[in-house]
Structures are given as C-alpha cells and as structure tokens.
C-alpha cells in the first residue's frame, strides 16, 4: 500500500517559532509537493521538488523554506512563524510525468495553529 | 484569470440518487490531463478519477464517471447512487503540457462541498 506519511496531524505553535513539518514518502517518487489549503482559497502551493536538493518556488513561498536531502523525505519550514500562517499543510508526491496518468498521492495533512 | 473552475461552492443530494459536480477549465495545450480527488472531514486528499485529453471515452472507475466534453471543456464527475460516505469536498485538478517533460504542477479549482442526505 503506497503511503505518503506526514509527521504530525495537529501542530500548535508560538509565534516566531522554527516550525519543521515532515513528509516521508515511499514510492520511489521523484516529485513532492507542499501545499497549503485554506477555506475558500482551494490548494494552493509552496514549493515542489524534482529530485534531491532540488527545489522550485511555487504560488506562495513567502515565510517557507524547504529541505530534500533524501529522495523520500521533504521538509518545510516555517522560519519564524506567524498567526497568517495557520492553516491545514498538505503534503503530495508523484512519480516522473512522460504523458500519462500520474496521480499525486497526498498525506494526511498537518492542521497547524499558530498562537 | 482561473485556469480551473468549480461553479458550486455546495451541493446537496438524496442517498442513492445520481449527482452531477461541474469543472470548466481552461488551456491553450493539446496534451493535458483531468483530476478529479476527493477530501472528507479527515483532510487527507483521495485520487478518485483521471481523463487525458487524447482519451477518446470517458474514463469511468466504480461509481464515478467523468463526463468529457472537450469542446466545451468541461470535465464533470458524475457519481451515481450516492453513499453518505461521499459527504465531502471534491477538488477537480489539470496537468498542462504532459508531453512537453516532467511538467510538475497540478492547477487547482477551489473545491465543490458535497453533502448527501439519508
């Protein structure tokens, strides 16, 4: 059974802390993703990465670093957090796209609370 | 501008009758492919359906079924007999450019809240 396992489910943080969240996939994917999602405002993402030590900059990366040192790991960071930055964190992967079906599977999500 | 639209915020329907989600999206490539996923109150996203846009039939999986107007361009889900399990949010996705390289990114529409009444 593929997973794509995520650290935490429920996070609670202060303002201005280092915050890391985890994403552990074990597909062999060369992809991953970090979304966040927010009522009314779909999925939005923060940074993707290809392969390892590899990253891209997506739609909002303000406020957020990432780290792949491993193929199955991806990590985001918040650097300092702060209260506009509690949301619900998807994480996603997905094996080489060469034009076919290459669905993301996605973990279970981390609810992030920033106090 | 939205490259993917989802026109109903919510949605109710009976258990067990049929019910259609409604997803425009728009792209100027020939080679794209359709998503659709589902997210109950748990959060986690879950793959329900895919249509690439050289597929010449619908693509069905179960109970849902995707109706593929590409003319129109429109990719509806259609999810017969409803359960009370797929009470939940529905996100249709598009992949642009599948042949054009590893093109990683899946655009988004903001989701269609499904509730089903018993």
């Known amino acids: 059974d593929v997973k794509v396992t995520q650290s935490s489910r429920y996070l609670v943080k202060r303002t201005g802390e280092k915050v890391f969240l985890e994403c552990v996939q074990d597909m062999d994917h060369e992809n991953m993703f970090w979304y966040r999602q927010d009522p009314g405002l779909g999925l939005r993402l923060i940074y993707f990465s290809y392969d390892v030590k590899m990253k891209e900059k997506g739609d909002i990366p303000e406020g957020y670093s990432v780290s792949r040192e491993k193929k199955e790991r991806f990590s985001l960071i918040l650097e300092s957090a702060s209260t506009n930055q509690t949301s619900m964190y998807l994480c996603?992967?997905?094996?080489?796209?060469?034009?076919?079906?290459?669905?993301?599977?996605f973990g279970q999500g981390t609810r992030l609370t920033v106090v | 501008a939205q490259k993917i639209t989802q026109t109903q915020p919510g949605m109710f329907v009976q258990e067990k009758e049929a019910v259609t989600l409604d997803c425009t999206y728009d792209t100027s490539d020939q080679s794209y492919g359709l998503f659709w996923y589902k997210q109950p109150s748990s959060g986690e996203m879950i793959f329900l359906i895919y249509q690439g846009s050289y597929d010449e039939q619908n693509a069905t999986e179960g109970r849902y079924s995707l109706n593929f107007q590409k003319a129109r361009k429109s990719a509806n889900l259609v999810i017969s007999a409803s359960q009370l399990g797929d009470s939940a949010m529905y996100f249709c996705?598009?992949?642009?450019?599948?042949?054009?390289?590893?093109?990683?990114?899946?655009?988004w529409g903001l989701g269609t809240s499904l509730a089903v009444n018993p």
């Open positions: 996705a598009m992949r642009e450019g599948l042949h054009a390289g590893n093109n990683r990114k899946l655009i």
């Open positions: 996603a992967s997905t094996s080489v796209f060469l034009g076919q079906n290459t669905e993301a599977f």
